[in-house]
């Protein structure tokens, strides 16, 4: 069975702080999407990482996709109150559609 | 465009009845899937269908029934409610690729489910 298990599970941090969030397992998938969740709303994707050691960035949000395809971070520069919800990796294995999402790391940046 | 729409926002049901949550798109999306959130546990998939007439088990099948007849809509039934199906439902659609994976899922904006 596919687990990603991620970590932190909740974060609180000052605005201005940096912050990595880390998405694991133990099996391969042919990518990995990184979504945030506000309350009371559905995800929405960040990114997609693709390529073993790809890395992304999105602002002041950098993405990265291990070599092995296993594991991904996020890393935030500068947190903001905006940067504020539940932030979920997913993915599926190579050749199929049945996505697993990652338990959330719950930030909460404050001003 | 709508994107994905849910119905109903809320709903309260009593143990043993059933219902039909609705989902639709209008995205023209082959891919479209089933989750349910509970607190602390993330999003964990029911069902998925990658076009009309075709549907697969996700991680927690059991006691959900789907159907996709047309690529528009895909149902989600609930055949005996249990206290345990307490919880959000969020349906999602997206592109799907021929060898596998989907390219960025849409979400609606989920059914809250209270199961008394």
């Known amino acids: 069975t596919q687990l990603l298990e991620q970590s932190p599970q909740f974060l609180s941090i000052q605005e201005g702080e940096n912050l990595t969030v880390y998405c694991n397992s133990s099996s391969v998938f042919s990518s990995l999407q990184w979504y945030r969740q506000e309350p009371g709303e559905g995800p929405v994707l960040l990114v997609t990482?693709?390529?073993?050691?790809e890395v992304k960035k999105l602002k002041r949000l950098t993405f990265q996709f291990g070599d092995a395809r296993k594991d991904s971070s996020l890393h935030i520069t500068a947190a903001q109150p905006g940067d504020t919800g539940l932030y979920l990796c997913?993915?599926?294995?190579?050749?199929?559609?049945?996505?697993?999402f990652g338990t959330g790391t719950r930030l909460k940046v404050l001003a | 465009n709508a994107g994905v729409t849910q119905t109903p926002k809320f709903q309260v049901l009593k143990t043993g009845q059933s219902m039909t949550l609705q989902c639709a798109q209008d995205?023209?999306?082959?891919?479209m899937s089933w989750y349910r959130q509970d607190p602390g546990m993330g999003l964990r998939l029911i069902h998925y269908?990658?076009?009309?007439?075709?549907?697969d088990q996700g991680e927690v099948p059991n006691g959900y029934n789907v159907s996709r007849s047309t690529t528009e809509d895909f149902p989600l039934r609930l055949l005996s409610a249990a206290p345990s199906q307490t919880s959000v439902y969020f349906c999602a659609s997206s592109y799907s690729q021929p060898s596998g994976g989907v390219d960025e899922q849409f979400f609606g904006p989920g059914t809250r489910l209270t199961v008394l």
């Open positions: 269908s990658v076009g009309a007439g075709i549907t």
């Open positions: 995205m023209n999306h082959e891919y």
């Open positions: 990482v693709v390529t073993g050691g």
């Open positions: 997913a993915g599926a294995a190579p050749g199929t559609y049945k996505y697993i």
